[in-house]
C-alpha cells in the first residue's frame, strides 16, 4: 500500500486536494492542513473539516513540527502539496521549515524522496518561476494546475479531473479520472 503524505496549503484551489484525496482510497494518506487552507477552503468550496479529515488516514496540524511525518525516519512514497501557495513554495526553495507542511517538504528534499508541488497561480513573477527553478533542480516535480484542453473539458469539473489525473500519475497512483490522449 503507497503512503501518501498530503499537504494543502493557502493556495486558491481546494478542489483540486479534495479530488486528490478523493481518488487515494488504496493508499494510507497522512493529510496536513495549514491554516490559512482552512480559510481558503470555507471561501471557496462547500466542505467541512470533518469531510475532508474523513478522506485520510491519518491527519496532523500543521503547527506540530514534531509530528512523526516530520521524521527522515518516516518512509513514504509520495509527498503532494496541492494547492502549493506561492509563499509555501518560495519558504522551501529557501530551506524555511516553520511549519509542518514545509518541514515535511525539506526532509522529503534531504532523503530524495518524491515531491510533487502544485502551484495553482498565474501570471508568474520572475521570483515565482526562480523558486519553481530552484525545487526543480532539487528533484522536486512542479506540477502548475494547468488543465489539458485535448480531452474536450465541458465543466470545471472535467478541469480539475485532468490535473488531479496527472497529479496521481506521478505520484504512481493508477486511475481513470481524466480522458487520455489518443491519437491515430
Request: net charge positive; glycine share 6%.
Amino acid at each position: 500500500m503507497k503512503k501518501i503524505i498530503v499537504g494543502i496549503t493557502g493556495g486558491s484551489g481546494t478542489i483540486l486536494a479534495v479530488r486528490l484525496l478523493e481518488n487515494l482510497k488504496n493508499c494510507e494518506v497522512h493529510l496536513v492542513m495549514s491554516e490559512s487552507s482552512k480559510k481558503v477552503m470555507e471561501l471557496e468550496t462547500d466542505y467541512s473539516m470533518n469531510y475532508i479529515k474523513s478522506l485520510s488516514s491519518y491527519f496532523y496540524d500543521d503547527g506540530n513540527i514534531a509530528a512523526t511525518v516530520s521524521s527522515g525516519s518516516f518512509i513514504f512514497d509520495s509527498l503532494v502539496i496541492i494547492p502549493c501557495s506561492t509563499s509555501s513554495m518560495a519558504k522551501l526553495a529557501a530551506g524555511i521549515a516553520d511549519t509542518l507542511i514545509t518541514r515535511v517538504g525539506l526532509v522529503a528534499m534531504k532523503e530524495r524522496r518524491k515531491m510533487i508541488i502544485v502551484p495553482r497561480e498565474m501570471p508568474l513573477s520572475t521570483i515565482m518561476i526562480e523558486n519553481m527553478l530552484k525545487l526543480s533542480q532539487n528533484n522536486v516535480i512542479v506540477a502548475p494546475a494547468v488543465p489539458g484542453y485535448y480531452n474536450r473539458p465541458k465543466s470545471i469539473d472535467d478541469m480539475v479531473n485532468f490535473v488531479v489525473s496527472r497529479v496521481l500519475d506521478l505520484a504512481g497512483v493508477e486511475n481513470k479520472l481524466s480522458k487520455r490522449w489518443e491519437h491515430v
